[in-house]
């Protein structure tokens, strides 16, 4: 039976393979196709035992808690998405397209092979292609299917949880040194209204990740997300939409993952695949 203790230290390792791997964030520029892939970090969870979560259900309590500590640092969804055994494929659209992808549909969940695809431009750096020519490599047996989308789904719900507490912690710092009339921005009541909001959302998005999210908890994170890291921005002004701080880029990785998630659980409704949790 998985420990807390042994949750916790898989968490660590995660986080620790980001923070030794991950390199500062490129530029990037709107209507730039952009891909922010990290193949240190790769290999960094390969050793970890990342990938493994997404093939053993008795695995999934590591999922979401480890996926917090990937969020935080705004690694590359790809790392997510090899937990489903490849980028999901939403309409004609994959994400980090590395030749694989996953299809969702009424027959259930089959692994792709992306033939031919073309890069597009998109709000995040996620780089996203269009696919021309995909053909079907395996149909998933359906306990396989279980255990891939409830890895996907847990760790992304985790991601979000990182991903607001890295915005919330960004708009603190700057809220708490930027003065205005007099003060600091803390000190006024209607910026402590949006603050609260958003710790409060924050918090619940790590509560998520604590108690076995399933696909109604990943219907909450990701709109949760959008709103709390919006009001981060109007929290720090006009500086919070620049591209030079850093708090853009957990609004454009919010959108991101709900758009997408969006699409996979719509998805997996349509097919009646049930999203397993770790309770």
Do not use: K, N
């Not at 042994?6 to 393979?17: H, P, Q, S």
């Not at 590591?62 to 935080?72: K, S, T």
């Not at 259930?108 to 079907?136: C, N």
């Not at 989308?149 to 710092?173: I, K, M, N």
């Amino acid at each position: 039976m998985t420990t807390l203790d042994e949750v916790r230290t898989f968490a660590e390792t995660v986080a620790t393979a980001v923070a030794r791997t991950l390199p500062e964030a490129a530029a990037w520029r709107p209507g730039q196709a952009a891909d922010d892939r990290c193949p240190e970090l790769t290999a960094a969870l390969e050793r970890a035992g990342w990938p493994s979560l997404g093939t053993d259900l008795a695995l999934l309590p590591f999922a979401a808690p480890a996926g917090v500590g990937l969020g935080r640092r705004l690694a590359p969804l790809c790392e997510v998405d090899r937990l489903l055994g490849g980028s999901p494929l939403v309409g004609d659209l994959v994400r980090y397209h590395d030749g694989h992808a996953v299809r969702i549909d009424a027959g259930g969940v089959t692994l792709m092979r992306v033939m031919r695809a073309q890069p597009v431009p998109y709000g995040d750096s996620i780089g996203a292609h269009r696919v021309l020519e995909a053909v079907a490599e395996r149909r998933l047996p359906p306990m396989e299917a279980r255990a891939h989308v409830a890895a996907w789904v847990a760790a992304s719900v985790g991601y979000c949880a990182g991903v607001g507490e890295r915005a919330l912690e960004l708009t603190l710092e700057y809220a708490h040194g930027r003065r205005a009339f007099g003060s600091t921005l803390t000190a006024l009541a209607p910026v402590q209204q949006m603050l609260a909001e958003v710790a409060t959302t924050v918090r619940g998005l790590s509560l998520l990740a604590a108690s076995r999210p399933g696909a109604e908890s990943l219907a909450y994170a990701g709109p949760a997300l959008c709103q709390a890291t919006a009001y981060c921005q109007q929290v720090v002004g006009a500086i919070g939409f620049t591209l030079e701080f850093p708090l853009q880029r957990a609004y454009r990785r919010a959108r991101a993952i709900q758009l997408w998630a969006d699409a996979v659980l719509a998805a997996l409704d349509q097919a009646g695949v049930a999203v397993a949790s770790s309770g």
